[in-house]
């Protein structure tokens, strides 16, 4: 039997395959001969699914990943995933085995970290994260002695070498002085390494934003994320690159009720909607434990359903919300509402979405990713 009948029955998550191998092609265009592009699928590839879509990007040749914990390693590996595996985060010391067998490779987040993953006595494969400025994970770019004392420990291979921008997506002066400087600090530091006799693993920098704004660095890989999932990460983000991306998620639920409220009828939790007059509203079995966020209550929020744009009415749950369809000229139960996504004329983009709700396209789209199925069109 096909799974993706029951799959529909309810919410689930559209993946537009056509879309992703789209914007594999435009953004390997925009990177320079040399530079590959490194997947970046953390947190279930920000909602799209991990295996499913780190699988079909295998098939288009993409041939590096990141993650930002060893689980998703593991599940990719598990998933039959082929190609370079990076843990962005934190792994416990006590891993390191795992890390050896499933052929991840694991970020050096400071000195005192890969003292310590190398006296496990096993060898693993290592980026180092330098800090040029972000100042979260990473060593600082200035301690040429600490970087390069980890070239000499003896259960590290180190396969890269990285750093990440901080304030990339702007192309504020200021912004981007401190953008250049933290790339400038970055290269400094290769330089420095290369004079004292260290030979250079492969070198990373930018994100979506670092390539879209930075374009051209002299890099082995380019760490896409959102980019690949063809959405901005705000509806007003400009960049120096306007590649055209397009969107590879959709959001959609089916109507599993219709019900008439009388003017003056309340609906839902706190009783926030009432009805201003006779009233016809739909019940979609998708809520904020799907990852729609509940600040889109009370009509802040929207729902396409056929050729028509229908608010949200009261509070958003957990599992369900309602919507209000007063207006739609033919609708049943069985119809299907999107989301997220674009249905004719209309389009509710994920950085919209998200912006309305007060947050970005990377947190909306990776909230989507504990409960939904996701399939392939
Ligand atoms: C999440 C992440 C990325 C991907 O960022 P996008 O803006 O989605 O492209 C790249 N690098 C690091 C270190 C990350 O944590």
Same mark, same amino acid.
């Given at each position: 039997?096909?799974? &993706? ?34 997947? #970046? ?11 499913? &879509? ?14 930002? &914990? ?18 962005? =985060? ?22 005192? $970290? ?18 040029? !400025?972000?100042?979260?994970? !990473? ?56 004079? /004292? ?9 930018? %994100? %979506? ?11 082995? $890989? #380019? ?43 309340? #609906?839902?939790?706190?009783? /926030? ?5 006779? &009233? ?5 079995? #998708? !809520? $904020? =434990?799907?990852?729609?966020?509940? %600040?889109?209550?009370? =009509? ?58 007060? %947050? ?8 989507? !990713? ?8």
């Amino acid at each position: 039997m096909d799974k &993706t009948v029951f799959w529909t029955d309810r919410a689930w998550i559209e993946i537009n395959v056509g879309n992703l191998r789209h914007n594999v092609d435009v953004l390997r265009e925009e990177v320079p001969s040399g530079c590959e592009l490194m997947a #970046v699928v953390k947190a279930q590839a920000y909602g799209h699914g991990a295996v499913l &879509t780190a699988t079909q990007l295998n098939q288009m040749g993409v041939r590096a990943f990141a993650v930002a &914990t060893i689980e998703e390693g593991i599940e990719l590996r598990e998933g039959g995933v082929s190609g370079e595996i990076l843990i962005l =985060g934190y792994t416990g010391v006590s891993r390191a085995l795992e890390l050896k067998e499933y052929d991840l490779m694991q970020t050096l987040i400071s000195h005192e $970290y890969a003292e310590d993953l190398n006296s496990q006595g096993i060898a693993v494969k290592t980026h180092i994260k330098v800090d040029t !400025g972000m100042h979260r994970l !990473g060593i600082s770019a200035g301690d040429l002695s600490g970087v390069r004392d980890i070239f000499l420990m003896e259960n590290l291979e180190v396969c890269g070498m990285f750093t990440h921008l901080c304030c990339a997506d702007s192309r504020q002066p200021e912004d981007v002085r401190y953008t250049k400087g933290q790339i400038g600090s970055f290269y400094k530091l290769v330089d420095d390494l290369r004079n /004292s006799g260290v030979g250079i693993p492969k070198l990373h920098i930018q %994100s %979506s934003y670092g390539l879209l704004n930075y374009p051209g660095l002299a890099c082995d $890989y #380019v760490r896409a994320g959102i980019a690949l999932y063809g959405v901005p990460s705000a509806p007003e983000d400009d960049c120096l690159l306007k590649p055209d991306l397009r969107p590879v998620l959709s959001l959609k639920s089916r109507i599993v009720l219709i019900r008439s409220v009388k003017k003056g009828d309340s #609906v839902g939790y706190g009783r /926030s909607f009432t009805a201003s007059r006779d &009233t016809r509203i739909a019940i979609l079995p #998708v !809520g $904020y =434990g799907d990852g729609f966020p509940r %600040s889109l209550s009370d =009509g802040k929020g929207h729902v396409l359903v056929g050729r028509y744009v229908v608010p949200v009415a009261g509070r958003i749950c957990m599992d369900q919300l309602a919507v209000d369809v007063t207006d739609v000229e033919d609708v049943s139960v069985g119809d299907i509402a999107t989301l997220i996504g674009a249905e004719g004329y209309h389009e509710l983009s994920a950085p919209s979405v998200a912006d309305s709700s007060g %947050s970005i396209s990377n947190e909306l789209l990776c909230r989507m !990713g504990a409960r939904l199925p996701v399939i392939a069109k």
